[in-house]
């Protein structure tokens, strides 16, 4: 395993993905975390990320200083270049100006780290400042006009420190750069590998979950379906999956889901509690109360099923489609990652007394897709856009009646649909219809209208902390328009939302 210790960076993720792609395992640690930790953890290098700090401030992270005893490989990254030139006695000083964007890199010296490196390269660059005298027995292994230190590396020790950032693409060879980290310099051995994720899973969750039975809640995402599918590999019959239909879903999605895992032979329970949950949230046009109504109700339909259709099995887990950026975020106070869970992060373990159990803890998005595809699921299903858990209650802007659903779940399938033939919809990070509760006048025929107006979003994003508004051709959208006004009775004006986030939200509510 590769350690990385996150000194703040936006990009810790990408070089943990970087590895990754090669084959080895890498894991997100903040930067403080305790030499005699990592010496257990016995990993084949440790990579220091950069950081938004100066390491010229009072109180600037700092890694734990036996971190250097312990004849582990180390690479620095931008800020993590500085703290080692520091800690060891170099001098780190203010840049006279910013280095920001693409520049090129002198190779000066072959290192083990440049191995196949051209003399030339094109590297990018973020930093304030950097680093004027190299620690002793250190020498330089790289420059650029403006930084006489670019990189450099100890005489002596596997220490290697890079001003630059290899981690994004616009470092032409930053891959090159990775592979000599940890093939060349640290040994770490290849065996991150999807199918071998999945076996190792498969056996863990039986050798833990033994004669004890799980629950699942199956919400149609990505993530349940690969952590419900991985465990009913691993232990059948004793996974129960529960599928509450809160009447707030997409069209024919419950259909689909439970046809899905009924055919793979899953103890499956769907709920129908769309009148339960169609009941409370009547009148209500406050965003933030249907979205407690909503949580409240899904825990209240959960319990009841626990107490009722599932009281005969001895559960003991309860388990989680928790994916690694979700652990990560949260353990660093992100309120955002926090905020998007809370609605499936159901209380319930704590009342039931169950164990939680996070079968994909450890994956990326991407890595759980592709696990997905190895255990057989539908790439359709893996590739999905996601979906909030208040679904569309909180795109249906003021009150939710059936009526509203059922025109909001037409004109939805359709966008999509459409998108999906035009080869639009894999190129688009989240896309959906929102319904708008205003009359406008319109013209069919020789008849005069009078219905709802249809905002139709589609954003690009990498995380949904913000994101652009999908640049859709102009033909496509008219004749989503179209169709849509054609075929969707209540609808007969669609506007397309240009707006980014910030300002806006990607959802309406
Ligand atoms: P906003 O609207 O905050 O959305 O820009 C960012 C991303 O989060 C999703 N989202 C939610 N997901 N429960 C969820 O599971 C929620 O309550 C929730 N609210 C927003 C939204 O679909 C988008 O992908």
């Known amino acids: 395993m590769i350690v990385i210790l996150n000194f703040g960076s936006q990009f810790a993720h990408l070089i943990a993905r970087r590895v990754r792609d090669l084959g080895v395992r890498a894991e997100i640690f903040p930067f403080d975390t305790s030499a005699s930790k990592i010496k257990e953890m016995n990993p084949s290098g440790i990579i220091f990320s950069g950081g938004p700090s100066s390491v010229l401030e009072k109180g600037s992270p700092r890694p734990d200083k036996k971190i250097f005893d312990l004849g582990i490989p180390i690479l620095g990254i931008c800020y993590g270049h500085q703290v080692m030139a520091r800690m060891l006695g170099g001098k780190v000083e203010k840049g006279e100006h910013r280095e920001f964007g693409k520049e090129i890199l002198s190779v000066r010296q072959h290192s083990n780290l440049f191995k196949g490196l051209s003399a030339k390269e094109q590297v990018w660059f973020s930093h304030g400042d950097q680093v004027n005298r190299l620690p002793k027995g250190f020498m330089a292994t790289a420059s650029t006009v403006g930084c006489k230190y670019a990189a450099y590396k100890s005489k002596s020790a596997d220490f290697y420190a890079i001003q630059f950032h290899p981690e994004v693409t616009h470092t032409k060879n930053g891959t090159k750069i990775f592979e ?16 071998s994720v999945a076996e190792k899973t498969i056996f863990e969750l039986k050798n833990e979950i033994g004669k004890s039975h799980v629950i699942v809640g199956i919400s149609g995402g990505v993530d349940s379906l690969v952590a419900g599918t991985l465990l009913h590999k691993a232990v059948g019959k004793q996974l129960h999956a529960v599928f509450v239909d809160t009447g707030l879903l997409r069209k024919d999605e419950v259909k689909n889901v439970a046809a899905l895992l009924r055919k793979q032979k899953f103890d499956l329970h769907v709920i129908d509690a769309s009148k339960l949950f169609l009941n409370k949230l009547k009148g209500v046009t406050d965003p933030e109360r249907k979205r407690k ?96 858990g208040p679904g569309l209650a909180i795109r249906i802007v003021g009150e939710i009646t059936p009526d509203r659903l059922h025109i909001l779940r037409e004109a939805d399938a359709v966008f999509l649909e459409e998108l999906k033939k035009a080869k639009e919809y894999e190129k688009i990070w989240q896309a959906f219809a929102v319904l708008l509760p205003l009359k406008t006048v319109g013209v069919m025929g020789d008849a005069r209208t009078y219905e709802y107006m249809l905002a139709l979003r589609a954003v690009d994003s990498v995380d949904g902390m913000s994101a652009d508004w999908h640049k859709i051709p102009n033909e496509l959208l008219e004749k989503i328009s179209s169709i849509i006004v054609g075929r969707v009775k209540g609808i007969n004006r669609v506007l397309y939302d240009v707006t980014q986030k910030p300002p806006a939200t990607i959802e309406y509510e």
Not at 293 to 305: A, D, K, L, N
């Open 180 to 195: 000599s980290f940890i093939f060349s310099i640290c040994h770490a051995p290849k065996d991150w590998k999807i199918d």
């Open 293 to 388: 109504i909503i949580g409240h109700t899904f825990i209240e339909v959960f319990e009841h099923t626990i107490k009722n259709k599932l009281k005969k099995y001895p559960i003991k887990y309860f388990a989680q489609g928790t994916i690694y950026p979700d652990r990560i975020e949260s353990a660093e106070g992100s309120k955002h990652a926090s905020k998007i869970k809370s609605h499936h992060n159901l209380t319930l373990p704590e009342k039931f007394g169950f164990k939680i159990i996070e079968p994909i803890r450890d994956l990326y998005k991407d890595e759980v897709r592709r696990l997905g595809e190895l255990l057989g699921l539908p790439k359709d299903m893996l590739w999905r856009h996601p979906f909030p």
